[in-house]
């Protein structure tokens, strides 16, 4: 489905809006990173702004979120000082069925996955042109990668199937995340028959930091299209 940058950002702003609502007072909540997120930083700050939400402090997933959170005045804490959070906020590049995810071409899919695990529920907040059958559709699987030898994977990407590139920076330097870690981005020309044989794969090879399946990971997914808001639940 293509879908408009203008019509794309209301349909973000409207799923940020059912999103929030999930945001109680008094609770530690993780923020994701991207485009479909930054709404939801706005009305959140508002929130906060007019007291209407108390108490609430978040770690962010990124240097970028956190740059926003503090401009926009959200209390920001670390997932050292809170190992247990009780939500946690964030975009996906794909929601298949299942709620399971690809995430990470933001370049935060390292944070991203820590946040999500240390929380009691993770939410999804995309637009309807990311819903896929079967993942790997539209969407290469990011994978974070330590910068010596990591061209020394890419024979073994193209084992698993995929068609490998490392993420280039603007000028062609390699794009470089929060972590010091290079992205390289395997896409699957047919999608991914096993989500799980994959990341099991992915997860035993050295030099491999963290993969952007988010896999039985997502407890809601909040979805908005032309025909307005749905919530999915796993």
Not at 84 to 97: K, N, Q, S
Not at 147 to 170: C, I, T, V
Request: glycine residues 10%; aromatic residues 4%; hydrophobic residues 45%.
């Amino acid at each position: 489905m293509t879908v408009r940058p203008a019509a794309q950002d209301a349909l973000k702003r409207s799923a940020a809006e059912r999103a929030v609502r999930f945001v109680e007072s008094g609770t530690a909540i993780g923020l994701g990173t991207g485009s479909t997120v930054r709404p939801l930083l706005e009305l959140l700050a508002a929130r906060l702004a007019s007291r209407t939400l108390r108490g609430v402090v978040a770690v962010p997933t990124s240097e970028d979120t956190a740059h926003r959170c503090r401009a926009l005045g959200i209390p920001l804490v670390s997932l050292d000082e809170y190992p247990e959070l009780d939500l946690a906020i964030d975009g996906a590049d794909e929601v298949d069925p299942r709620l399971n995810l690809i995430k990470g071409l933001g370049g935060a899919l390292l944070r991203e996955k820590l946040v999500a695990l240390a929380a009691r529920r993770f939410v999804v907040v995309v637009d309807e042109s990311k819903r896929v059958r079967r993942l790997g559709t539209h969407a290469p699987v990011p994978v974070e990668v330590i910068p010596f030898g990591w061209s020394a994977l890419l024979p073994f990407f193209e084992k698993l199937g995929a068609s490998p590139a490392l993420r280039r920076a603007e000028g062609g330097a390699p794009y470089v995340t929060d972590g010091g870690h290079y992205v390289v981005d395997c896409r699957f020309p047919r999608g991914i028959k096993d989500p799980g044989a994959l990341a099991r794969a992915l997860a035993r090879r050295p030099g491999i930091v963290e993969d952007g399946l988010f896999l039985r990971m997502a407890h809601v997914a909040v979805i908005a299209g032309a025909k307005g808001v749905r919530v999915l639940k796993r």
